[in-house]
């Protein structure tokens, strides 16, 4: 099944703000910092602690969350993206290469070190889209 959920940028306050939604809203919350992951080499040492991907899940609620910021740096705004995790590799094929038509590629389609097919397009409207399937989570 195809699902769509936020994805906010905190701008360096992400667990701060991921540990107040838990806090107030419940959940199951995770957090994978940015110096526990690949990107740990391609960040400066001061990101090491930021949240390169958080996740707050609550039956059919998911709200998740990062410290990266785009490559045009951070702007109030261009904070939230919209995820999709594709039921198939057609799929998000089919979307990557429709949605970005017009628009531009953010992140080039490719196998991610979590074990996921990913691509991140802006649409001709300049919504974000985050493109994802992990076909060990087919249904």
Not at 50 to 73: C, I, N, R, W, Y
Not at 91 to 102: M, P, R
Request: with cysteine.
């Amino acid at each position: 099944m195809t699902t769509v959920n936020a994805y906010v940028n905190y701008n360096g306050r992400c667990q701060e703000a991921m540990n107040f939604y838990k806090e107030n809203l419940g959940g199951e919350l995770n957090i994978m910092l940015v110096g526990d992951t690949p990107l740990k080499e391609m960040c400066p040492p001061s990101m090491e602690n930021q949240v390169a991907h958080s996740m707050l899940v609550k039956g059919s609620f998911v709200l998740m969350g990062t410290d990266m910021t785009p490559p045009e740096g951070y702007t109030k705004g261009n904070d939230i993206a919209l995820s999709v995790n594709c039921s198939s590799e057609e799929e998000i094929n089919d979307f990557y290469n429709k949605l970005s038509a017009g628009g531009k590629i953010i992140d080039p389609m490719k196998q991610q070190f979590w074990g996921a097919l990913f691509g991140v397009v802006a649409d001709k409207f300049g919504i974000v889209w985050m493109l994802n399937f992990d076909k060990n989570m087919q249904q």
